[in-house]
């Protein structure tokens, strides 16, 4: 019985989300363990069999450094972002699209001819020009990292319309012939946008957006619904990691994309639970509009 009222809880949910493009960010430090990293392939095939329309943006942070680490090469992060060198660069193309790129597609692939890799440098999909970090009002140089300037979605959603489940890696190429690299949050924001998805999920290895966040404190408190406007205001705020994260999110549901969400890559089957289910889990970044609860009767 627990188990038909799981399926039919799911009925709404199906209905809502059928035909829509989700963008889904699969983090690098949600792709460490084996086990997990299977689940999110049936996940994901699990969508696509549902009638969704899937899009995976990786990440592979953890994968870069110990790959840097290997070739002894210095580098270091400047508000969340790797700065990189010229010598950095190579390795982190070579990581992401040499290595997690095909290693995604390779998971999903298990379950039949899905997933198509793409580095974000195929068919002008991302154009970056060179961002700079700003710290305490000083503009710092970061090397050859990326901000999105331009996106051209039309092979991914080429893609999308033969039934296949596209995997963008985070390199964007310059109209000034450089390769960028772009955090893979970004990239994801950046593509949901230009795809007029119906959801950005970020996976991630924490639950959530912390309300008041300290490493290894056991009573923190997940924020599970947030404005846009709020969130905004908490920016300043955050640290490491989750600085582009939540500038991802509050960029998609700023863009037009009606829900982004945070949640944790490492509980099994998070996907799922988080679209198919009345309660979700993780974070929810709403825009400050109200038509998703008019729509849904869900109370932001
Ligand atoms: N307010 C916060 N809520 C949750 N996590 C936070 C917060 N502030 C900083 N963090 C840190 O951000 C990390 C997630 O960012 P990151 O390591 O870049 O993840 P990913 O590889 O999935 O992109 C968390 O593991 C946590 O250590
Ligand atoms: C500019 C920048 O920081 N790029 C990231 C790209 C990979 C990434 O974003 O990976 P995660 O999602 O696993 O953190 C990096 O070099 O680590």
Known sequence: MDKAHTLIEALPWLARFHGATVVIKYGGNAMTEEHLRAKFADDVVFLRY????????????????????LQGIDSHFVSGLRVTTPEAMQVVRMVLVGQVNRDVVGLINRHGPFAVGMSGEDAHLFTAERKYAVVDGVKIDIGQVGEIVNVEAGAVQALLDDGRIPVVSSIARGADGEIYNVNADTAAAALAVALRASKLIVLTDVEGLYADWRPDDPGLEVISRIRASELAGLLPGLSSGMVP??????????????????????????LLLE????EGIGTMVLPDTDDFAKETGVAP
Not at 275 to 278: A, M
């Open 245 to 270: 994260k939540m500038e991802a999110c509050l960029t998609a549901v700023e863009g037009g994309v009606p829900q982004a969400h945070v949640l944790d890559g490492r509980a099994p089957h998070a």
């Open 275 to 278: 679209i198919f289910t009345d």
């Open 50 to 69: 549902a009638g969704l329309k899937p899009v995976i943006v990786h990440g592979g942070g953890p994968q870069i450094q110990a790959q840097l680490d």
